[in-house]
């Protein structure tokens, strides 16, 4: 069953211009450690940065509330399974949601698809619950 479904598309440009601005503290405030030390490493680290920005702003849509009702920006991170595909990590806030929201007896999954073309990042979630066990 289907929970909820996000999409967001950033503008890399955008991203750039809010790292050359505001640097650590743009960083700090919005993205996690894992998704800091991640898009560091990258050639390109606005495009990374700019697809998991994306990834937020459509994870908090997936899941009704935007970014307010107690969930902020890193409450959500962009991580990836052991196969390297990506999904979403929730905490604070952001985890509380999904609880509420996620029938008794399932669970809930975390489906994330990211792109890139310069100038822009794109980012779908989708939240499913699935039966426990």
Request: cysteine-free; overall charge positive; charged content about 40%.
């Given at each position: 069953m289907i929970l909820g479904l996000g999409s967001d598309l950033s503008d890399i440009r955008r991203i750039q211009a809010s790292l050359d601005r505001f640097g650590d503290r743009f960083r700090?405030?919005?993205?996690?450690?894992?998704?800091?030390a991640r898009s560091?490493?990258?050639a390109d680290a606005a495009a990374s940065y700019a697809k998991r920005f994306a990834?937020?702003?459509a994870c908090a849509k997936a899941l009704g509330t935007g970014m307010r009702r107690g969930v902020f920006w890193r409450d959500m991170?962009?991580?990836n399974m052991r196969s390297g595909q990506p999904t979403m990590a929730l905490t604070g806030g952001a985890l509380a949601r999904l609880q509420e929201m996620t029938?008794?007896?399932?669970k809930a999954v975390i489906h994330l698809s990211l792109t890139d073309d310069h100038p822009y990042a794109q980012a779908f979630v989708i939240i499913e619950a699935l039966p426990e066990g």
């Open positions: 700090m405030r919005v993205f996690t450690e894992i998704e800091r560091d490493r990258k990834a937020k702003e991170g962009v991580v029938p008794p007896g399932m």
